[in-house]
């Protein structure tokens, strides 16, 4: 099994900044990827960015030269510095967490606000 744990969200004004962890534990061997999925208000849940084992990163369009995802040096924690937060970044924020051909294990989320 595999454990998520986020950190990192909560109140900011727009144009603010925000770091997101993500620290895994358990069973985290052979992992394909981790990475952010966020939900807004009223909206479906969707990828923000992701970061493979070889360190490739991939991002929304949307947040494209805002957000940066990394990882850190033990390889089982992803974080999302986001810069320029928009009022309309604000949404859950979901880590996640690919291993093998295993279903995608999930944090339990963490709520970012941006307000105006």
């Known amino acids: 099994q595999v454990q998520l744990v986020e950190s990192g969200g909560g109140l900011v004004q727009a144009g603010g900044s925000l770091r997101l962890s993500c620290a895994a534990s358990g069973t985290i061997f052979n992992i394909n990827a981790m990475g952010w999925y966020r939900q807004r208000p009223g909206k479906q849940r969707e990828l923000v960015a992701f970061?493979?084992?070889?360190?490739?990163?991939n991002y929304a369009d949307s947040v494209k030269g805002r957000f940066t995802i990394s990882r850190g040096n033990a390889k089982n924690t992803v974080y999302l510095q986001m810069n320029s937060l928009k009022l309309e970044d604000t949404a859950v924020y979901y880590c996640?967490?690919?291993?093998?051909?295993?279903?995608?294990?999930w944090g339990q989320g963490t709520q970012v606000t941006v307000s105006s």
């Open positions: 970061i493979t084992y070889d360190d490739t990163s």
């Open positions: 996640y967490l690919v291993r093998g051909a295993l279903p995608a294990y």
